[in-house]
Nanobody, 128 residues
Framework: QVQLVESGGGLVQTGGSLRLSCAAS????????MGWFRQAPGKEREFVAA????????NYADSVKGRFTISRDNAKNTVYLQMNSLKPEDTAVYYC?????????????????????WGQGTQVTVSS
C-alpha cells in the first residue's frame, strides 16, 4: 500500500521559510517522479513543483520560481520542498504526489491526473 506522509507545515510570517518533507513507503520511490501541489480555500489544486525520479531535472510553477526548491533523497524515500520568501498568497494545504509516467508529462505544468498517489496534505499559513 502506497503511503505518502507530508510534514513540516505551519504558521510563518511573510518573508519567512519552511521546509516540507514527504516520506514515502509501499512504492518504488527511486522510480517515481515526485511533485508538490497546493490548494487554497475555494480554489482548485495547483501544481507547485516536480522532480524527476533520478533527481536530475526539476520543474516549477512560475509563481514559486526562485523562491521554492524541490529535492529528493532516494536513500531516505523522501522528497522535500524548501520554501523561502513566503508570501500570504502561498497559504494553502500542500500535497505530495507520486507519478510513474515519462518525465515529459511532468516537465511543464503537469495535471493532477499525471500523479497516481497522493498524501493527506500539510497546512502552510503565511501571515501578513
Amino acid at each position: 500500500q502506497v503511503q505518502l506522509v507530508e510534514s513540516g507545515g505551519g504558521l510563518v510570517q511573510t518573508g519567512g521559510s519552511l521546509r516540507l518533507s514527504c516520506a514515502a513507503s509501499g512504492l518504488s520511490f527511486s522510480g517515481a517522479n515526485m511533485g508538490w501541489f497546493r490548494q487554497a480555500p475555494g480554489k482548485e489544486r495547483e501544481f507547485v513543483a516536480a522532480i524527476r525520479w533520478a533527481g536530475d531535472s526539476t520543474n516549477y510553477a512560475d509563481s514559486v520560481k526562485g523562491r521554492f526548491t524541490i529535492s529528493r533523497d532516494n536513500a531516505k524515500n523522501t522528497v522535500y520542498l524548501q520554501m523561502n520568501s513566503l508570501k500570504p498568497e502561498d497559504t494553502a494545504v500542500y500535497y505530495c504526489a507520486a507519478g510513474w509516467r515519462a518525465w515529459g508529462y511532468y516537465s511543464s505544468s503537469p495535471d493532477i491526473s499525471a500523479f497516481g498517489s497522493w498524501g493527506q496534505g500539510t497546512q502552510v499559513t503565511v501571515s501578513s
